[in-house]
T-cell receptor
Framework: SQQGEEDPQALSIQEGENATMNCSYK?????LQWYRQNSGRGLVHLIL?????REKHSGRLRVTLDTSKKSSSLLITASRAADTASYFC???????????FGKGTRLHILP | EAEVAQSPRYKITEKSQAVAFWCDPI?????LYWYRQILGQGPELLVQ????????DSQLPKDRFSAERLKGVDSTLKIQPAELGDSAMYLC???????????FGPGTRLLVL
């Protein structure tokens, strides 16, 4: 079962523009993570935000978390061709810290 | 930079055959995960090890899938017999501990004919 759901499922933007992806989840979380996956490859961890945090930055990435709305957003600023990938949110739930991935947003940066 | 190694990268097999995947986690990582990722979906946890012990195999189809991590280092995931619906990417990940960041290998893409 998947508790996180990314929106949109697919996104195409021009290089240099900002890309925003959203993740909604169903149950209370310990933390939320975002991962990137290039086509046919493994996942790369981007950023982790804890349930008591509201915003976090890492380079061109900005993640927000709204626990009252059970949602998170990932913003990539000044997009580059190399940002073309699938982006997944993963929620950490329960006492056993089970990680559950969403279905992902496929981001395509147009030259 | 240390990486999670997986082999083979690609595997084509016929249904009813046995297949095995191997994973070598980052040195010192106590927690090892096997995920299955169907095309267009997110990874789904199959089994999680803490050292040599299984801590979660609730989503592992135990009638045909088995996993082991005998010495608490590398791990093998086996499918016997393979079915058409097993075609997917099989990802291995490791972390220092259960609450730590997971590092993923490149995956093994399985095609069952």
């Amino acid at each position: 079962s998947q508790q996180g759901e990314e929106d949109p499922q697919a996104l195409s933007i021009q290089e240099g523009e900002n890309a925003t992806m959203n993740c909604s989840y169903k149950t209370s979380i310990n933390n939320l993570q975002w991962y990137r996956q290039n086509s046919g490859r493994g996942l790369v961890h981007l950023i982790l935000i804890r349930s008591n945090e509201r915003e976090k930055h890492s380079g061109r990435l900005r993640v927000t978390l709204d626990t009252s709305k059970k949602s998170s957003s990932l913003l990539i600023t000044a997009s580059r061709a190399a940002d073309t990938a699938s982006y997944f949110c993963a929620t950490d739930v329960g006492r056993d810290d089970k990680i559950i991935f969403g279905k992902g947003t496929r981001l395509h940066i147009l030259p | 930079e240390a990486e999670v190694a997986q082999s083979p990268r690609y595997k084509i097999t016929e249904k009813s055959q046995a297949v095995a995947f191997w994973c070598d986690p980052i040195s010192g990582h106590a927690t090892l995960y096997w995920y299955r990722q169907i095309l267009g979906q997110g990874p789904e946890l199959l089994v999680q090890f803490q050292d040599e012990s299984v801590v979660d195999d609730s989503q592992l189809p135990k009638d045909r899938f088995s996993a082991e991590r005998l010495k608490g280092v590398d791990s093998t995931l086996k499918i016997q017999p393979a079915e058409l619906g097993d075609s997917a990417m099989y990802l291995c990940a490791s972390s220092l501990g259960q609450k730590e960041t997971q590092y993923f290998g490149p995956g093994t893409r399985l095609l069952v004919l």
